[in-house]
């Protein structure tokens, strides 16, 4: 099994340009999130998902979309992106047990 | 809101010494707390956890115990090692329906040969 995995590793943007970060898992897990790890200020939430079809906001939503049209999938979009979303964007998943599990992180520089 | 402070790194110490990482924190309810880490270009991974007042977790050496009355949860080592280095999150889980979980700030942890 693959746990959680997510693409791209790495990627370099202009300002301005979109984006769309994949999580993928295949753990048969309900729940997802979405965080971004900035130096300093550990993980904050950014949107999650409770089940295939819903989304809701967390911590610092604004500025990117999310989708969950599968199960398995977890998509974070940056529609128009600003230097102040540089940073290290994880994917996790939980059954519901509370316990989360995490992807490698996409590391995301917008120049 | 909730919240979760933990001491700020970086933590240097010799390998064989003894580690405390400070963690506190409030919430209104009863949570569940968490420590993670994260190795060098790695994403976090469950260390230990505790779900309830005065549990113990403990993996790997390191231990952990939930004190409701001091509201903390630090973690220790008796002995650390070089490949113990690494970034250390506190977390807690308020267990509602979305099973969100807070962080702290994470400490850096650099163990020396």
């Known amino acids: 099994n693959a746990g959680v995995t997510q693409t791209p590793k790495f990627r370099v943007l202009k300002t301005g340009q979109s984006m769309t970060l994949l999580c993928a898992q295949d753990?048969?897990?309900?729940?997802m999130y979405w965080y971004r790890q900035d130096p300093g200020m550990g993980l904050r939430l950014i949107h999650y998902?409770?089940?295939?079809?819903?989304?809701a906001k967390g911590e610092v939503p604004d500025g990117y979309n999310v989708s969950r049209l599968k199960k398995q999938n977890f998509l974070l979009g940056l529609e128009s992106a600003a230097p102040s979303q540089t940073s290290v964007y994880f994917c996790?998943?939980?059954?519901?047990?509370?316990?989360?599990?995490f992807g490698p992180g996409t590391r995301l520089l917008v120049l | 809101g909730d919240s979760v402070t933990q001491m700020e790194g970086p933590v240097t110490l010799s390998e064989e010494a003894c580690l405390t990482i400070?963690?506190?924190?409030?919430?209104?309810?009863?949570?569940?707390l968490f420590w993670y880490v994260q190795y060098p270009g790695e994403g976090l991974q469950l260390l230990l956890k505790?779900?309830?007042?005065?549990d113990k977790g403990s993996n790997k050496g390191f231990e952990a115990t939930y004190r409701k009355e001091t509201t903390s949860f630090h973690l220790e080592k008796g002995s650390v090692q070089v490949s113990d280095s690494a970034v250390y999150f506190c977390?807690?889980?308020?267990?509602?329906?979305?099973?969100?979980?807070?962080f702290g700030t994470g400490t850096l942890l650099a163990v020396q040969p």
């Open positions: 996790a998943t939980t059954a519901g047990e509370e316990t989360q599990y």
């Open positions: 753990m048969n897990h309900e729940y």
């Open positions: 998902s409770v089940g295939e079809g819903t989304t």
């Open positions: 400070n963690c506190t924190y409030t919430a209104t309810g009863y949570p569940s």
């Open positions: 505790a779900t309830k007042a005065d």
């Open positions: 977390a807690l889980s308020d267990g509602g329906a979305t099973n969100k979980l807070i």
